[in-house]
């Protein structure tokens, strides 16, 4: 059985950092890509960051590049996503999801592909 669990959220000021991590198990971690995505109130869920766990590839979208950084240890089987000058536009629901590799395609703004989610994360940043 396939579970990721996050960890991480919380509050924080608008220029702080936050560093989630989602812990995997149920599945050959370099066989899966596995992605982070947010849900904000109101507003549908958006694919924030991936990284494939054979080769390491990553994306991230418009809206994070250079402030968030996605990585993973193997051996830990946990990706983090690193957020950084972090804005109040970035609070939202956050959820780990895994796809296998081959099955998981990025569009400009979105993934698809993902068959397993967490539960979430909460992250608030005040003004």
């Known amino acids: 059985e396939v579970q990721l669990v996050e960890s991480g959220g919380g509050l924080v000021q608008t220029g702080g950092s936050l560093r989630l991590s989602c812990t995997a198990s149920?599945?050959?971690?370099?066989?899966?890509?596995i992605g982070w995505f947010r849900q904000a109130p109101g507003k549908e869920r958006e694919g924030v960051s991936l990284?494939?766990?054979?080769?390491?590839?990553?994306w991230y979208a418009d809206s994070v590049k250079g402030r968030f950084t996605i990585s993973s240890d193997k051996t830990k089987r946990t990706v983090f996503l690193k957020m950084n000058n972090l804005k109040p536009e970035d609070t939202a629901v956050y959820y780990c999801a895994a796809g296998p590799s081959h099955a998981v395609v990025v569009f400009s703004t979105t993934i698809s592909g993902m068959d397993s989610w967490g539960k979430g994360t909460e992250v608030t940043v005040s003004s």
């Open positions: 149920g599945f050959i971690f370099e066989d899966y890509a």
């Open positions: 990284i494939r766990g054979s080769v390491g590839q990553t």
